[in-house]
């Protein structure tokens, strides 16, 4: 179980991010990655993502609920594990609504095709650059001159 300051951390990187690669299996084994907008974090790490009733990654979700989540902005990376639920509720679809899903779904949150995805995550590992893109070039480069290591925080945690 994760301590305070992994969930702290966890968080902070969270809010770095606002789309993700939800990695599902397909019936006959393949691993396939869904680009999607992540709608609401909980503190736990849990995610929630709204997707069509048919699209695969809920097909796939209800074959095998085991899901790969990965993360990348400029200067940090995550990747969490977990298992993944179709949620049917309205009330909280509205919760999760906004303008910008009417593009896809633009009968709005009572169409009887959109669900919820959430991924109750399990286990994780980040890597951050810590002092944002700048750093990171500024690290690259040291490198490349004095052969120094490039550094970076990186951990593992379970949820």
């Not at 995610?47 to 200067?75: E, M, T």
């Not at 169409?111 to 700048?134: H, M, Q, T």
Request: proline share 4%.
């Amino acid at each position: 179980m994760a301590d305070t300051d992994e969930l702290q951390k966890l968080n902070e990187l969270l809010k770095k991010f606002r789309f993700a690669m939800v990695t599902t299996r397909a019936e006959d084994g393949t691993l396939t990655a869904h680009p999607l907008t992540v709608q609401e974090t909980e503190s736990d790490g849990d995610l929630w993502f709204v997707i069509g009733r048919h699209a695969s990654a809920a097909q796939h979700v209800l074959r095998d609920p085991h899901v790969g989540v990965s993360f990348s902005s400029s200067d940090a990376w995550m990747s969490l594990a977990g298992h993944a639920e179709i949620v049917d509720d309205t009330a909280k679809l509205k919760e999760q609504w906004n303008p910008a899903l009417a593009a896809w779904f633009p009968e709005g949150p009572e169409d009887p095709e959109i669900v919820l995805l959430k991924v109750n995550a399990e286990s994780g590992e980040y890597w951050d650059s810590p002092g944002g893109r700048i750093a990171s070039v500024l690290a690259f480069v040291k490198h490349k001159v004095t052969g120094e290591r490039l550094e970076g925080e990186n951990e593992k945690f379970d949820l």
